[in-house]
């Protein structure tokens, strides 16, 4: 494990980033970060505006439960002893959105998830253990539904951070200009397939059956004008509560909105499995063990809604928004994978 602030600050201001943060003290009196927080603050208000306004309830996440989402590239969920239980720290609370929709169904989260990622992550400017989600559920949605809510969402947030705060965006190296696709409110389309033809046609060597990886996205990332989606996953490539399409066995009915310029992924969602028989096949195939999700499979045999939704990363859009390099520079207590921090 590496020290906290193992190398040295940049200059005030200045978007390059060393790997690491500095001591916390410095860090929280960057004129960066404050720059940075002032944008994050009209980047939620905005949000919580636009979803209120699309008839959407904001509930409050929980913070640990006896299961987790299992479906993160690589990273593990911290386990904490809940009364003698073994109880996990969120790493999404995708299966408790599910769950509301019985009572909420239009409903999103301002959730914190907590998500131990391997250690060679910590110097891609991308990753953090803690961070936070801007998450959406939809009962009876489709995933058009929820393509429309991320889009509108990110554009309508762009459009009111570039209006409250253009000076702070200035003084960060951002220019109106950098903002005209985003509030053009335009973004393009291709397949899974699409995208790993185009990498192997650059000679990337990306799997078919796997999700783009992280030097793949980029590659798309940085060739984009405006944001995109990437449809279709394959069966295998994510979580057990993405809906497979019967018209197309073998490809699930999801998406990542990716953002241009080497940003990467803001979003990630899809339609959601919703009949009991279905997640417990699901679960079985993706090598789960459906025991642990006792109270989730109560519920499912029950009867869950059929949805869509999704998650948009707050502290990726933040950077994204801010030109800045690194995720732990639009945190105001960064946690970066290995490094020991307060």
Excluded at 2 to 23: I, K, R
Excluded at 66 to 94: C, F, H, N, W
Excluded at 187 to 200: G, K, P, Q
Aim: net charge negative; glycine share 10%; proline share 8%.
């Amino acid at each position: 494990m590496e020290p906290y602030g193992a190398t040295p600050p940049t200059t005030a201001m200045s978007t390059a980033a060393p790997h690491t943060p500095p001591p916390l003290g410095e860090h929280l009196r960057s004129p960066q970060l404050r720059a940075a927080m002032l944008v994050q603050q009209e980047v939620l208000y905005a949000a919580r505006e636009f979803l209120r306004g699309e008839g959407f309830v904001e509930l409050l996440p929980p913070l640990v439960g006896p299961v987790t989402d299992p479906g993160g590239r690589g990273a593990k969920a911290l386990d904490v002893d809940y009364y003698g239980e073994p109880y996990k720290l969120m790493t999404s609370a995708i299966l408790y959105k599910q769950a509301s929709l019985r009572g909420f169904p239009k409903l999103f989260y301002i959730a914190p998830n907590v998500r131990v990622e391997p250690p060679e992550t910590a110097t891609t400017g991308r990753h953090l253990v803690e961070f936070h989600q801007i998450d959406v559920e939809i009962a009876g949605g489709s995933r058009h539904d929820a393509q429309e809510i991320a889009a509108g969402l990110l554009t309508r947030v762009a459009e009111h951070v570039w209006t409250a705060v253009p000076d702070v965006l200035r003084e960060l190296g951002r220019e109106e200009m950098d903002f005209a696709e985003l509030r053009s409110g335009k973004y393009d389309a291709c397949t899974h397939e699409e995208a790993v033809a185009r990498l192997i046609g650059r000679g990337h060597p990306q799997s078919p059956d796997a999700e783009i990886d992280w030097a793949g996205e980029k590659v798309l990332s940085l060739e984009a004008e405006r944001p995109f989606f990437i449809n279709d996953y394959p069966k295998g490539s994510r979580g057990f509560y993405d809906r497979e399409d019967p018209d197309h066995p073998g490809l699930l009915r999801n998406f990542d909105l990716i953002a241009p310029g080497g940003y990467g992924e803001l979003v990630s969602g899809s339609e959601r499995e919703s009949h009991y028989a279905t997640i417990v096949t699901r679960m079985r195939e993706s090598g789960e063990n459906p025991a642990k999700y006792a109270w989730y499979l109560e519920l499912a045999r029950e009867g869950i809604q059929s949805s869509a939704g999704f998650g948009m990363g707050l502290q990726r859009l933040v950077r994204f928004l801010t030109g800045l390099d690194a995720l732990w520079q639009v945190s105001a207590y960064p946690k970066l994978p290995g490094v020991i921090a307060p």
